[in-house]
């Protein structure tokens, strides 16, 4: 009896064990569906080309507007799926911030990755030293590249759930225009399905925007084609919180054709010293997001190049007034007689966390009470959260409010650099013309704002007992100036016109300080 009983037991539990979950019937059937997990097994290389555009949400020319266009661009990439090793050489033209063409190329290993050639306008320092140019990526940009790749390889991404199924776990439907779209979890990444085919629909991870704090990103398959017996997505696009800010349309795509392996190498020398991908909070958003305009910096620290730098520092340019610094984006200080006032509010919070603890040590008894952003844009206004826990008045300029306020309301549990905190009833001030900030002692901060090319309601910041203005993006001081002032620079010097002030110098989000007759000299005035 007991042996009937053990052999009873033993085939239940074997068949218990050959019932699949919920979870491997979606992804099992996705491998069906894309022509059978033989057939994706037995793809050993992969080479595509394709075209790719961007538009990058918090450049927008409104706070709170459409998408600017930012770039364009060809590829051509190859994969070896043994070694897991890829190449994309990409030929990217811009539109913005300025016209320019990048035409470089990416090699991404499990252990390391390489750029050859120039990528962005904010290169760092071992990327200016070498000849011909070229960088190992920082471990930010290494995890971060890594995961989109894992995800823009259909293919890749559900054979590796078939080969991982402890790892593939329940996920909540996801919900797209009344459509509910079954769901499972894979290392950090939610895959949905179409329900009808059982096809891989979209491919969404949990970020952390430093604009809008909690952010759902969605990488969509689209326009399914045959190629040599499987369903490939020929039509990709992202979706930051619905809204699309990339797409890429494969023109061709190929497997299991020879390629040269040294193409896939990177250099010993390189290799050696190379980060590896960075764990933990990486700050996905800002690495892909600044590469959307072409101006990431790759290091792994976001405020500064940790290659070419030693980190932020406060400057002191007159008696109070300190210029926040060694970064690739700047703020202003400015010490008032029982409160302090920032202008600016660059990248993160983990750069205005750093601004709040300098200020507790030498001004304890000094609260941040007003804070000026002087525009919208993310890079500058991306660390506000962080400057505003002291209760302080959140100062922008016209047009702003709304897009501020939703802002502030945005859920941010996700904020890897601050916890949670309720800003819902921060004060915010909108700025028409001008608004004026004193102390008892006749200290003042003017906020003025001012008509330019870069963005709506833009404002610049003046010191008067300081004879210091404080600039954004229109003007970077301290860099060389061409023999013409360009449309921006001339924006400024006829706002300070229209101020009726007189400033003997400028202090800049960008750069560093300069006298302001350098600029009027380019500008003729």
């Known amino acids: 009896m007991k042996l009937a009983l053990a052999a009873l037991f033993g085939a239940f539990t074997l068949l218990s064990c050959a019932t699949a979950t919920r979870e491997q019937s979606l992804v099992s059937r996705a491998a069906d569906a894309m022509g059978g997990a033989e057939a994706l097994a037995a793809v050993k290389t992969i080479s595509v080309s394709g075209t790719a555009k961007w538009w990058e949400p918090e450049q927008s020319d409104v706070p709170g507007g459409e998408p600017r266009f930012s770039a364009e661009a060809k590829f051509d990439g190859i994969g070896d799926t043994a070694t897991r090793a890829s190449r994309f050489d990409w030929q990217k033209n811009f539109a913005y911030p300025s016209p320019r063409t990048f035409t470089y190329s990416e090699i991404v290993t499990p252990q390391a990755g390489y750029v050859i050639g120039v990528d962005s306008n904010g290169r760092n320092a071992e990327s200016q030293k070498a000849n011909p140019p070229a960088h190992s990526m920082s471990g930010y940009r290494l995890a971060t590249t890594q995961r989109e790749l ?25 919900v797209v225009q009344g459509r509910s779209l079954p769901a499972v979890s894979y290392q950090g990444l939610i895959v949905a399905f179409d329900p009808q085919s059982g096809l891989p629909e979209r491919v969404r991870s949990l970020d952390y925007d430093n604009i809008w704090g909690d952010v759902t990103f969605d990488y969509v398959y689209s326009n399914w084609r045959d190629v040599d017996g499987m369903k490939i997505p020929m039509s990709r696009k992202y979706e930051l919180n619905g809204r699309m800010v990339q797409e890429t349309e494969l023109t061709s795509v190929r497997f299991n054709q020879p390629i040269d392996q040294a193409r896939l190498q990177i250099p010993a020398g390189v290799l050696a010293s190379a980060a590896k991908p960075a764990t933990g909070n990486v700050p996905y958003q800002w690495v892909i997001r600044r590469q959307y305009i072409g101006v990431y910096m790759d290091s792994d620290n976001v405020s500064y190049d940790t290659k070419g730098s030693s980190g932020l520092r406060l400057q002191e340019l007159a008696p109070g007034v300190f210029h926040v610094t060694g970064g690739t984006h700047n703020s202003l200080l400015v010490e008032m ?29 000094k609260p941040i009470r007003w804070v000026v952003l002087t525009h919208h844009h993310m890079d500058h206004a991306g660390g506000v959260r962080g400057l505003l826990g002291d209760g302080a008045t959140l100062v922008v300029g016209p047009g702003s409010y709304e897009h501020f306020n939703r802002v502030l309301r945005a859920p941010a549990t996700r904020n890897p650099d601050l916890k949670q905190i309720d800003l819902t009833r921060t004060p915010i001030m909108e700025v028409r013309e001008s608004h004026l900030m004193s102390d008892e002692r006749g200290r003042q901060v003017i906020a003025y704002a001012m008509d330019n090319p870069h963005a709506k309601g833009m404002m610049f910041a003046w010191v008067p007992d300081a004879k210091l203005g404080f600039v954004t993006d229109l003007w970077n001081p301290g860099q060389p100036l061409a023999a013409k002032a360009n449309a921006g620079q001339l924006a400024l010097v006829n706002a300070v016109k229209k101020a009726g002030i007189q400033p003997e110098r400028f202090a800049g989000g960008h750069g560093s300080v300069a006298p302001y007759a350098s600029l009027t000299q380019v500008a003729g005035q």
Do not use: Y
Not at 344 to 355: E, L, R
């Open 150 to 174: 894992r995800r823009g390889s259909s293919s890749g991404l559900i054979m590796a759930m078939l080969a991982n199924p402890e790892a593939v776990q329940p996920a909540p439907d996801i």
């Open 337 to 365: 007689s029982d409160h302090l006032i920032v202008v600016d509010a660059p990248i993160t919070d983990a750069q205005s966390t750093w601004v709040v603890n300098e200020t507790k040590k030498r001004f304890p008894d």
